[in-house]
């Protein structure tokens, strides 16, 4: 995973906003405690908010805790309410992950006007209603998703790949046809296979600093070596070592910018046993020390 500290955050999770353009961003939170977190974004009553629950469970809250809404694993909420700003207050319980694309109703409109009747809330009559609606993610937005979690390319195009995925999440949002992800992916039409594929990731991050071999792994959740490899990579857009590797650099990081843990303490807490193998994946990763970087913290 390659993003961006945010020190106001550390003590609270994770929490990064990239811009794609104006009126149109993503934001994305991660919660790798055993405790509740809090996130708190400010959203004006232009806005469409999309809000894709990929892991744990979050509560959204409004006009200052009189209403709860929670929202699931898997789980996705659109909310746009025209008449008054609608701030985003997210607690996020442990172990969870959110995606938030934020989109002004103008951008929004120029994106589907032509389709404006077939888009509920962008009907004539409705244009000036508050509109909610929530339903469940598709395994094809499942895996832009995790694309955008797991983000791990050069920095210098990111707002492009983000930009590209933000527009093919929407798209499979408002087109979803029975059969659109067996078309897609035909590994994902297979409900079980999806099930097996997020077991073997849990598995793994359970298990980080003793992590099974993939025989291990394959029989563990039930799917042959080869689907496990096609499968991982396909929801997750990595190995399963490639991914394990960049989740336990995330960790370290997270470790470190908290100010409660020495180099060699983190390099144990996610798995290395020698500071030296730590001190040269965190620089693989990241290219630099780590302590280098917490020095760059200040």
Not at 236 to 251: H, N, P, Q, R
Request: aromatic share 12%; with cysteine.
């Amino acid at each position: 995973m390659n993003v961006e500290i945010d020190s106001k955050n550390v003590a609270e999770g994770l929490q990064t906003e990239t811009n794609i353009e104006h009126g149109f961003s993503i934001l994305t939170f991660t919660n790798t405690t055993k405790s509740n977190r809090q996130f708190v974004h400010k959203v004006d009553s232009s806005v469409i908010q999309f809000h894709f629950c990929l892991k744990g469970q979050t509560i959204f809250t409004f006009n200052n805790g009189a209403y709860h809404l929670p929202m699931a694993e898997d789980h996705s909420l659109l909310l746009y309410n025209p008449q008054q700003d609608l701030p985003m207050n997210l607690q996020l319980q442990p172990d969870s992950w959110v995606v938030s694309v934020l989109v002004s109703i103008k951008k929004f409109h120029s994106l589907f006007s032509r389709e404006a009747n077939y888009i509920t809330f962008l009907s004539e009559e409705n244009k000036e209603r508050k509109y909610y609606t929530d339903g469940l993610l598709t395994p094809s937005m499942a895996i832009v998703l995790n694309q955008l979690m797991n983000y791990n390319l050069h920095p210098s195009i990111k707002e492009l790949y983000f930009k590209g995925k933000a527009y093919e999440l929407l798209s499979l949002y408002f087109n979803r046809p029975a059969d659109a992800d067996v078309a897609q992916c035909p590994f994902l039409a297979d409900e079980d296979n999806v099930t097996k594929i997020k077991r073997a990731k849990e598995i793994i991050i359970a298990r980080m600093t003793e992590p099974p071999t993939l025989k291990e792994l394959s029989s563990e959740i039930g799917l042959s070596l080869n689907k496990l490899k096609e499968g991982f990579k396909q929801i997750y857009g990595d190995s399963v070592y490639s991914f394990l590797f960049d989740y336990k650099m995330e960790v370290a990081r997270q470790l470190l910018a908290s100010g409660g843990y020495n180099v060699n303490e983190v390099g144990l807490k996610v798995g290395y046993s020698t500071a030296s193998h730590f001190i040269a994946g965190f620089k693989k990763k990241f290219g630099t020390t780590p302590k280098k970087y917490l020095m760059s913290l200040g």
